[in-house]
């Protein structure tokens, strides 16, 4: 914290652009894999097995496109997020707000939830503590280091627990192994893993709400009857990588820090590699557990299923957690479980470091028209505190629709809400042509779909194998990858429809935020330019002895930045836009990144 540069939004936001590979690459991938992964995804292989390990190699692909295509326009385009990219690109403040908005709608409902009950699903399977003592004291450490340190700091205690995490489930891994008699016996014990008790009172459960599925080890599944369709799974879940990994502002955040542009590829690059662990360090344990503990994690009687887990409709949630607790010696059950609530402090600092950005640069700027940079740093600080109270708030309705399965609830609401902003930003890099009103138009129909099917799903409840939904085919019977490849392709035809029924932006205001005009040198003139007034100077009072400690803790000291003449604040703008690399480091990283894609291809290929 002490070297930390915070003193300024640039370096409390972006870490000043200092930042080498290595911490990217670790910071990108701790982001994502937070204690809802080790829950969700292990819970979801224990019910269905390797498929969803998918989802975690789809993103070798992605990661590539994030260094390879976005990050070099968002870097030129000078933006801090992504909202106000999108305001540079079109103008007008609706898109920015209603971006900002649902960003943190979505931060709400999908990670911040999800992570605070997996933690909290760990915590009490622990130690027996009381869920909410549990999860109050845990937001409370994550705050205050957010709160007082910004985004070096909190990159630098990712890429810490990122470590402690992989070395931790790979001795994991290691134990299940060994316990189930290796991957031979792994294979044959799973498809065998049947509970005991099938039926109560007079009702016999059907079979194949017990028995695992005959593909459980394919990951590409029937089109029509499986779980995860392949066609969703390789289009589908492509639009929801789109989103997270090349628009979503936690991950990018992490990219716009790089040092230059190599080390923002060599960054996505090692995060590509360490994606490809958790098929052997989630997935794969998660199924052993099955095998281990079949009648807690695999149990489909609901009173059964309610003694083990305090959830009727499924235990396969505890299926991770249920290991770590059973299976590893002392010392290291101790390490494994700080590492699990490790991993969820950086997925919820990530997080709570992102929203308060969008909320400070993109929705209070809005309500005050010159805040001073101090009044924007205090405004980010409270609104994190206000989002951890919602956050607890929301974890009942998290705890009671999980129905059965944590991951797939996190994956449908993306599926649901996602898809119209990857089109829009699609459309926004790569095509000049869109406009305001269509990215507009197309946002809002996108949202009022994804909305529709959202709400009656959760209207009507999800159900399961042994009591389905009564919800109506037409609304829930399309399966949730599906509906966002609809959901997408609709939204982009309305985009480019209204588009080119209105007038064009002229390119003197898009040099450098497209990319067909990425490498022009000529002068652009922002849509928003009229705006971007000056700040009011700040005038500068004398703080007493308390003040001053106050300040350097929140890191608002500001006396050491003298003011900068133009020709610095130049230099300093185009330190902040440079894109160029030295040509070796740049044929260093493409060729690595046509390895890194190659590998992806050969891993679904050999388990599909």
Known sequence: MYSTNRGTVGGFFLAGRSMVWWPIGASLFASNIGSGHFVGIAGTAAAGGIAIGGYEWNALIFVVILGWLFVPIYVKAGVVTMPEYLRKRFGGKRIQIYLSVLSLILYIFTKISADIFSGAVFIQLAIGLNLYLAIISLLLITALYTITGGLAAVIYTDTLQTFIMVVGSFILMGFAFAEVGGYDAFMKKYMEAIPSQTSYGNTTISAECYTPRKDSFHIFRDAVTGDLPWPGLIFGLSIIALWYWCTDQVIVQRCLSGKNMSHVKAGCIMCGYLKLLPMFIIVMPGMISRILYTDVVACVVPEVCEQSCGTAVGCTNIAYPKMVVELMPNGLRGLMLSVMLASLMSSLTSIFNSASTLFTMDIYTKIRSRPSEKELMLAGRAFMLLLIGISIAWVPVVQSAQSGQLFDYIQSVTSFLGPPIAA?????????????????????????????????????????????????????????????????????????????????????????????????????????????????????????????????????????????????????????????????????????????????????????
Not at 425 to 454: D, I, S, T
Not at 523 to 546: P, T, V, W
Not at 572 to 584: A, I, Q, R, W, Y
Request: with cysteine; aromatic share 12%.
């Open 424 to 608: 829009v930003f699609l459309l926004a890099v790569f095509c000049k042509r869109v406009n305001e009103q269509g990215a507009f138009w197309g946002l809002m129909f996108g949202l009022l779909a994804g909305l529709g099917r959202m709400i009656s799903e959760f209207a009507y409840g999800t159900g399961n194998c042994v009591t389905p939904s009564n919800c109506p085919f037409i609304i829930c019977g399309i399966h949730y990858l599906y509906f966002a490849m609809i959901l997408f392709g609709v939204s982009a035809i309305v985009i480019l429809a209204v588009s080119f029924m209105t007038k064009p932006i002229p390119d003197v205001h898009l040099y450098r935020l497209c990319w067909s005009l990425r490498n022009s040198k000529e002068e652009r003139i922002d849509l928003d330019a009229d705006e971007e007034q000056d700040k009011a100077d700040e005038k500068d009072e004398e703080s007493g002895c308390f003040r001053k400690i106050y300040n350097w803790f929140c890191g608002l000291d500001q006396q050491k930045a003298p003011k900068l003449s133009k020709e610095e604040e130049e230099a300093l703008k185009k330190k902040l836009t440079d894109t160029s690399e030295v040509p070796l480091w740049r044929n260093v990283v493409n060729i690595n990144g046509i390895i890194l894609l190659t590998v992806a291809v050969f891993c679904h290929a050999f388990f599909a």
